[in-house]
């Protein structure tokens, strides 16, 4: 069963850096995918970044320039850089997992990924 912690959100002033760790077990799929979500309240989750067990990444337009995912395959910990916050950026973070079929892409939708965190909160303030 796979578990995944995330930490490192809080409240930072716009154009402040925070990264966020997601720390993952019993993931023992030989492909996968592993996505960071964010989502506010009474909305739908967004898709920000992806990555792959080939080091293969995505961003979504939204963060591309300022978030960068990357992983720490000796310690099983996804995280995500985020620089250059904005008060747009204040959300609920999620990181999530899935078995990938081999040569396929990851995909940034919500129901591709069986397996999620509780969330770290995020807030940027102006």
């Known amino acids: 069963q796979v578990q995944l912690l995330e930490s490192g959100g809080g409240s930072v002033q716009a154009g402040g850096s925070l990264r966020l760790s997601c720390a993952a077990s019993?993931?023992?799929?030989?492909?996968?995918?592993m996505a960071w979500f964010r989502q506010a309240p009474g909305k739908e989750r967004e898709g920000i970044a992806t990555i792959d067990d080939g080091e293969n990444i995505a961003h979504a337009v939204s963060v591309s320039g300022r978030f960068t995912i990357s992983q720490d395959k000796t310690k099983n910990i996804l995280y995500l850089q985020m620089n250059n916050l904005k008060p747009e950026d204040t959300f609920m973070y999620y990181c999530?997992?899935?078995?990938?079929?081999?040569?396929?892409?990851?995909?940034?939708?919500?129901?591709?990924?069986?397996?999620w965190g509780q969330g770290t909160q995020v807030t940027v303030s102006s």
């Open positions: 019993g993931l023992a799929y030989r492909h996968y995918c």
């Open positions: 999530a997992a899935s078995p990938r079929v081999f040569a396929t892409a990851c995909r940034a939708r919500e129901d591709a990924y069986p397996s």
